[in-house]
């Protein structure tokens, strides 16, 4: 059934203009959707990438540092432990009993070997100079003159050591030489017995190189500086360019002067790959992102094939829905997995209630359920159905029975094995509804071919008895008038009733003759049921049980029309029963074992090749006359036989009554036409009869 199109006002301008954006906006929305997440997981891996590539980053640069603050630390341990063993080995250079001389010589050796300081020096309790000796390693470090008992800084660590009892440094301070230069110098005043104290001066320059530059490693720069930052002295490599510098920084709490060691590390990496840990990290991140490129592209991939795969089922499903055959799918176990619209259409369940049933099918018929549930035992069990098909009774949802026809094959998935069946279904209850009717016209047909025998016969009597009958009547009306003759006076009573049973005789005679007639009029009558029949229609009449009795015999029929044929004047009936008649006989003569390609072929064209005398055609003859010709590749007709063909009630079957040709041959002539035939090429025969055009 065809919906209506229900009739609606054209559609208005704004919504007409609207359509499309709305159809825009929702594609958009869809493919939004689509890319969103994939947006989100890629934002998300790239900020979690960046976060871990800045913590190793600061990672390492908090390591640097704490490596950095402890080798400070060690260092400033060192130094103070360096400057203490300094004062111990001054100390013990001022031995018991020691003159100025000797200590000189003592001190001369020290100074050899601490090549931090720059002179000792001896100084009594007023802290004039006893003794002093410079550095072999300068020269003049020091004027005489400037280094006297008011000295501020000698004073000042001295009074400090004097007060703790131990050795005091004094404040750095800086001591010019020499053109230009000079010296970053701290005092340490160290008391001893007697009062008298020994003071040493420390160049803090050459304290950094010979006490801390040893325990710190290169390319760093070390400087003694200030409590408040100002830088003393300081050694180590200029900063490279293209490196970043590390800070730390340690108080030196030396008694008298606090100072701090500050020490300033660079890294020669760039800052963005500062160790392997990052470069790790990094390398990570890159095959992260590559793995999520290429499970994007993948991605991509299966939409792509998701699509097609969408666009074959739509293409499937349309398919499935348009046919009218039937279609059923069923597992192993024999649960109905699938149907079509027209399988659903036939039995008049819906697919829901078809597919929900678990075991009997709701359109078996009940008397043959248990039949059929023995089928579907067999054909689960592994029985392979016959190719051909076979016809089965189903039942409507009205309980009405239907026949039909049903091809069922394996239903194999894509890994090769078997699923289940599928099967196709036929309603042939219209086909069965046909050959019902061609049955029941072909009795019809039968019946009329029997009248038309009888008829036939009807005619050969009448024509036989017609002069027997006459004879009779003659010779009865002779006796008469030789009985009428006799005018003797001894005419006895038996002649008299030998005259009335002539007249009587001659009476029968006439009444037998009026009958003869009547019959031959009756077939005669005929005539008057003519009409005009298109050649095409005469022949699609009769193929239906042509074709039903060609199957029984395994015939293949032909048929071949010339176009725009004209419509012949004819009495349909026995016309169709000619065509029928000679049909059957091709048949029958091609029914041989031995004959494997049975081919009976009917054709309708202008009179061509035959007239009305079959001496030859003319152009008039084939305006005049349609030519219909049956022919068969059976056995042929002998010359005996062709000689009695057309003779009544000859046949040469068992069951045969021998008067269809000639039946045939009546019919044809009536109509002005002929009927006859020929041997075909290689083997068979045509029959050939023509019938006058409109
Ligand atoms: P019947 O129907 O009893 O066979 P017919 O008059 O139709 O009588 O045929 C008479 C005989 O003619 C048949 O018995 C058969 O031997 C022969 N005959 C008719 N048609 C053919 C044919 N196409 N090929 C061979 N023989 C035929």
């Given at each position: 059934m065809r919906a209506l199109t229900p009739v609606s006002s054209p559609p208005l301008p704004v919504a007409r203009v609207l359509r499309p954006a709305f159809a825009r906006l929702r594609f958009l929305r869809s493919v939004w959707r689509r890319w969103f997440l994939w947006v989100l997981l890629a934002v998300l891996v790239l900020v979690l990438l960046v976060t871990v590539v800045w913590l190793a980053g600061r990672h390492e640069v908090e390591q640097t540092q704490n490596v950095l603050d402890r080798d400070t630390a060690d260092a400033v341990s060192d130094l103070r432990v360096g400057l203490q063993r300094n004062a111990q080995t001054l100390r013990a250079?001022?031995?018991?009993?020691?003159?100025r001389e000797r200590w000189e010589t003592r001190a001369a050796d020290l100074l050899r070997e601490h090549r931090e300081w720059l002179r000792l020096e001896w100084r009594d309790a007023a802290l004039q100079v006893r003794g002093a000796v410079d550095t072999?390693?300068?020269?003049?470090?020091?004027e005489d003159t400037r280094r006297?008992?008011?000295q501020p800084d000698v004073l000042l660590a001295c009074a400090a050591a004097r007060k703790l009892g131990a050795p005091a440094y004094s404040p750095s301070h800086y001591v010019p030489f020499s053109q230009g230069t000079g010296f970053e110098v701290m005092e340490l005043c160290l008391p001893v017995e007697g009062g008298a104290y020994l003071v040493a001066s420390y160049s803090l320059r050459d304290t950094l190189i010979e006490l801390v530059a040893p325990t710190l490693s290169r390319g760093q720069e070390v400087a003694f500086t200030e409590?408040?930052?100002?830088?003393?002295v300081a050694i180590g490599a200029p900063r490279r360019v293209g490196t970043r510098v590390f800070t730390a920084q340690q108080l030196i709490?030396?008694?008298?002067a606090p100072m701090m060691l500050r020490v300033d590390g660079w890294r020669a990496v760039p800052d963005l790959f500062p160790n392997m840990l990052t470069a790790l990290v990094t390398a990570i991140s890159i095959a992260l992102v590559s793995v999520l490129v290429l499970l994007a592209r993948d991605t991509r991939k299966r939409q792509r094939a998701e699509r097609d795969l969408a666009d074959a089922l739509a293409f499937r499903k349309a398919m499935e829905d348009s046919v009218i055959t039937g279609l059923r799918a069923r597992d192993l176990q024999g649960r109905i997995t699938y149907v079509n619209p027209a399988f659903c259409e036939m039995v008049g369940f819906g697919a829901d209630e078809l597919m929900s049933t678990?075991?009997?099918?709701?359109?078996?018929p009940t008397e043959l359920a248990h039949e059929y549930q023995r089928r579907q035992a067999v054909r689960l069990a592994g029985a392979v159905p016959p190719r051909e098909g076979f016809e089965s009774v189903f039942m409507r949802k009205d309980g009405t029975r239907f026949p039909v026809l049903i091809f069922e094959a394996p239903l194999i998935n894509a890994h090769g094995s078997q699923t289940g069946w599928m099967s196709a279904f036929i309603d042939i209850s219209e086909q069965r509804r046909i050959e019902e009717l061609s049955r029941a016209s072909q009795e019809r047909l039968q019946a009329s071919a029997r009248l038309a025998t009888v008829g036939e016969m009807a005619s050969l009597l009448s024509h036989e008895l017609t002069q027997p009958l006459a004879a009779i009547a003659s010779y009865a009306s002779g006796s008469l008038n030789l009985l009428g003759a006799?005018?003797?006076?001894?005419?006895?009573r038996d002649h008299d009733e030998v005259a009335m049973a002539v007249r009587r005789i001659a009476e029968q005679a006439d009444r037998a003759g009026q009958v003869i007639r009547s019959v031959h009029d009756f077939v005669r009558?005929?005539?008057?049921?003519?009409e005009a029949v298109a050649p095409h229609a005469l022949i699609d009449a009769v193929l239906p049980l042509v074709r039903l009795q060609a199957r029984k015999l395994g015939v293949r029929v032909e048929v071949a029309l010339e176009e725009r044929l004209p419509a012949v004047f004819c009495d349909r009936t026995l016309v169709e029963q000619v065509l029928l008649n000679l049909a059957r006989n091709g048949m029958q003569a091609m029914?041989?074992?031995?004959?494997?390609?049975r081919v009976l072929r009917l054709k309708v064209v202008r009179a061509g090749s035959v007239g009305r005398d079959g001496d030859g055609a003319t152009a008039a003859d084939a305006r005049r006359w349609l030519e219909f010709s049956v022919a068969d590749v059976g056995c042929g007709i002998s010359p005996e036989v062709a000689e009695r063909l057309?003779?009544?009630?000859?046949?040469?079957?068992?069951?045969?009554?021998?008067?269809g040709l000639s039946l045939c041959r009546t019919v044809v002539e009536q109509h002005g036409g002929v009927l006859m035939f020929e041997p075909q090429r290689p083997c068979g025969t045509i029959f050939r009869f023509t019938l006058p055009v409109t």
């Open positions: 250079s001022l031995g018991e009993g020691v003159d072999p390693y300068r020269r003049h470090a020091f006297g008992a008011d409590v408040d930052g100002t830088r003393l709490d030396l008694p008298g678990d075991g009997e099918a709701p359109y078996w006799d005018r003797s006076q001894q005419r006895s009558r005929r005539d008057r049921t003519r029914d041989m074992p031995e004959l494997t390609d057309f003779t009544p009630f000859f046949t040469t079957r068992p069951d045969g009554m021998g008067l």
